[in-house]
Structures are given as structure tokens and as C-alpha cells.
């Protein structure tokens, strides 16, 4: 059998003959031009990978570690058969005992036919599961406008104004491959002073109350307002028909006006009085995880939606980490080799203002039993997936009481 990709060689030819097929390996799914930084992502903050260009030569052979796994995929053109890799050796106590509990779950399901019924035939029907992890981060700025109540401010003439991806964000960083995370920062020396334009630099806006017929941008002082007290009159008139002087008013019949003191401009709440706003600008920084999934199976486990397969638990068969991950090697799986060049070739796109930080790309077996169980010449069928045995059942059941209609523990599916 031919060796591993990264098995040790002791004599000078195999070396250069491995060298020779790593080289033609790593070609595989790159795309020409492409840069592939030095880099370890070990470090939380490696300057290589937050550097404002990536330009770097190409990567050792033994930076990505390729997992050789020996025989898989069977029919798919390995040597194996997919059955023995991850195999459930289930009797037919386990296999009752499981859908008995799966029934058991279920809202006026009958459990006799879990009992009673003849298992017919039970099947392997492995899948495989590829996902492709990208682990990007995401920078953009705005701009964010507070009052300028004085003081010293952190504008250009403390510095030159730094870029979004100039920042030392490294106390900031997450544990990658975290689903998202979002973060703040102040961009340094993006600090100026404007004038403000809801009030056009006076620290207050036109009166309504008393200048409510004046010109836009102007306004009069010492207007007063009718007295609400008298309505305009000094007096108060009382019922046996004599009139008192308003208190209110002091007889003037007008007072000056409540809002604004008669000053003609309220107070601006944009800028609090002061005339003027200070605007700065804020990097907002997003980490987050976009994945590509796929699913490859046979023809007997296709009515099972990939998502049963993505959460079900099974065999790793290989595991791989870098900047960005190249297709997995399997010396003696020609259909492995294959899948992962699609899920590598599937990977999702990054966003023009984003950069990929990691990529993780996975492969797993995931072992699946098809039951067929029968009586008096009706039939059903069901899965038992992953290392947890979950069973997935998806349309008929023979001994469903309310034909899936009632809704009275639809609290169970949650």
C-alpha cells in the first residue's frame, strides 16, 4: 500500500518524492493569485493576520496538518466499506427499546406496532458530513456626535488619524470560531469640533410659544403671552359681578412667556446649550463564524434532511485548521478526496469590508441504520443516526390516532 501523505521517509528519494506530492496537492482548489499568510493561528492577535496588506510568500508543507485516515468510503472508491466505520450493532431489544421511547414522545401515538411489528430488515446507510468553518472579522466606522462642553479635544493635531484596520484590537479579540461577537472602539485623533446645526451655533432654538409667527432663523425678544389666568383682561370677574386685580398678571393682563422666559430661543437638546458638537469616529468590529455544509449519503438515507445530519453525533475523520484550508487527503478514498474538494469549493463568501481570520475544515462519518418493520403487508420505516441513537421518523406511522392534527403537546417539539 502507498504510504501516508505525512508519514516520515527515511531515504533522501522518498523525501523528495513526498515533496513532490505535497506540492501537487496544495495546488489542488487554490485559486491562482491567491495569498496564503506564514502565520500561526495560535496567537490571538498575530500582526500577519491584522496587517493593513497580506502579502507573504507561500506556506511551509507542514504549516496545515492533513490527518491521515487510513481506509474509507467503501462503494465510493476506497477499499472499505462504509458499514465499518462507525458501525451500531443494534439487537432487536435496542432497536425496539429506542422507537418505543421516540413513539413514546409523541402526542396519541400507539406504541403496538414499536411492539408487536416484525423488523423486516435493518440497513446501513452512513453519511458524510463535510462543513467548512470561515472565521472572518468585519470592520466599519461611523460617526458618532455629542455636545462639546469644553476641554481638550483628541483631534489631527495630536496625529494622524488611524485606519479601521490600523487598531490594536487584541485585548478585544474572541476565541475563535465564536458564532458572532460584535465590539466598539474609538477611532484616535478623529476627533472635531462642528458648529451645531439644529440651532445653527446659538446653543437655542426659536420659541413656539412666542415667536411662533416669526421668520425662520429669527426671532424676538420680550415678547409676552396673554395671561391664562385673566385672558388678557387684569381683572377677574367674580359672580356677584365685582372684579378683583389678577395676581398673575399684576393687571398687565400679559406675562412673559413660560417656555423660554421671553427670551425667544429654548434651550437646544442637541448640542445642551453649549452651540457646538464634537464628532468622533467609531470602528464597530464584528467577528463571526459563516459555515458551509454539505451532505453526502446514499440512496437509502435521502428523505433524512441535512440538518438531522448536522447536529447528529459521529465519527471525525479528519480535522484541519489553517488560514485557509485546502482540500483533505485520504490515500486510499478517492470519494473523500473528492467531497472535501466540494465543500472546499463551496466555501461562503466574505464581505468586501471583511477579511478571514481562520478556516476549520471538517469531516465526519455519521453512522445511520435503516429499519424496516412489517405486518400483514404494511410497512414503515425509520433511522436510527449518530452516536446518540436519535430516531427520525418522517411521515407515516401506522398507529397515529389524530393523523398528526392535534395540537394539544405541540410543547414537546420544543
Request: neutral net charge; proline residues 6%; glycine residues 10%.
Amino acid at each position: 500500500m502507498e504510504e501516508p501523505l505525512l508519514s516520515g521517509q527515511s531515504s533522501e528519494s522518498g523525501e523528495k518524492e513526498s515533496d513532490d506530492k505535497w506540492s501537487s496537492y496544495q495546488s489542488v482548489g487554490r485559486r491562482p493569485g491567491s495569498v496564503f499568510p506564514t502565520s500561526s493561528v495560535s496567537d490571538a492577535y498575530s500582526p500577519s493576520l491584522h496587517a493593513a496588506l497580506l502579502s507573504s510568500p507561500e506556506p511551509h508543507r507542514n504549516e496545515q496538518a492533513i490527518v491521515y485516515q487510513g481506509v474509507y468510503g467503501g462503494d465510493y472508491g476506497g477499499t472499505g466499506t462504509p458499514s465499518e466505520v462507525g458501525r451500531q450493532i443494534l439487537d432487536e431489544v435496542e432497536i425496539r427499546e429506542l422507537l418505543i421511547d421516540h413513539v413514546g414522545h409523541r402526542c396519541c401515538w400507539g406504541s403496538r406496532p414499536a411492539r408487536t411489528w416484525n423488523i423486516h430488515t435493518v440497513e446501513d446507510c452512513n453519511v458524510y458530513v463535510g462543513t467548512l468553518d470561515t472565521f472572518i472579522e468585519e470592520r466599519d466606522t461611523i460617526k458618532e456626535t455629542k455636545p462639546y462642553l469644553g476641554g481638550n479635544i483628541d483631534g489631527k493635531d495630536k496625529g494622524p488619524e488611524l485606519g479601521i484596520w490600523e487598531l490594536d484590537l487584541r485585548s478585544q479579540f474572541p476565541v475563535l470560531f465564536v458564532p458572532y461577537q460584535e465590539s466598539r472602539a474609538k477611532i484616535p485623533h478623529s476627533e472635531i469640533i462642528e458648529k451645531c446645526s439644529g440651532c445653527a451655533g446659538r446653543g437655542g432654538i426659536v420659541c413656539s410659544t412666542c415667536n411662533v409667527n416669526q421668520e425662520p432663523g429669527f426671532h424676538k425678544e420680550n415678547q409676552m403671552i396673554q395671561c391664562p389666568t385673566c385672558y388678557g383682561r387684569g381683572l377677574i370677574a367674580h359672580r356677584d359681578g365685582s372684579d378683583t386685580t389678577c395676581v398673575k398678571c399684576d393687571a398687565k393682563g400679559s406675562i412673559p412667556c413660560a417656555a423660554c422666559g421671553s427670551r425667544g430661543l429654548i434651550k437646544c437638546e442637541t448640542c445642551r446649550g453649549s452651540g457646538s458638537l464634537v464628532t468622533r469616529s467609531i470602528c464597530i468590529v464584528k467577528w463571526k463564524t459563516v459555515s458551509t455544509r454539505k451532505v453526502s449519503g446514499t440512496s437509502g438515507a435521502a428523505s433524512v434532511p441535512d440538518e438531522v445530519f448536522h447536529r447528529a453525533k459521529g465519527v471525525q475523520l479528519c480535522n484541519t485548521q489553517a488560514y485557509q484550508c485546502t482540500p483533505a487527503f485520504f490515500a486510499d478514498s478517492f470519494f473523500l478526496n473528492k467531497f472535501s474538494s466540494e465543500v472546499i469549493a463551496d466555501r461562503a463568501s466574505v464581505p468586501p469590508s471583511a477579511r478571514v481570520i481562520c478556516e476549520r475544515h471538517t469531516i465526519s462519518v455519521v453512522p445511520v441504520i435503516r429499519v424496516t418493520m412489517a405486518h400483514r403487508g404494511r410497512s414503515f420505516s425509520f433511522y436510527i443516526i449518530g452516536n446518540d441513537r436519535e430516531v427520525y421518523l418522517k411521515d407515516y406511522y401506522p398507529s397515529r390516532f389524530c393523523w398528526g392534527l392535534c395540537p394539544c403537546l405541540e410543547w414537546l417539539k420544543f
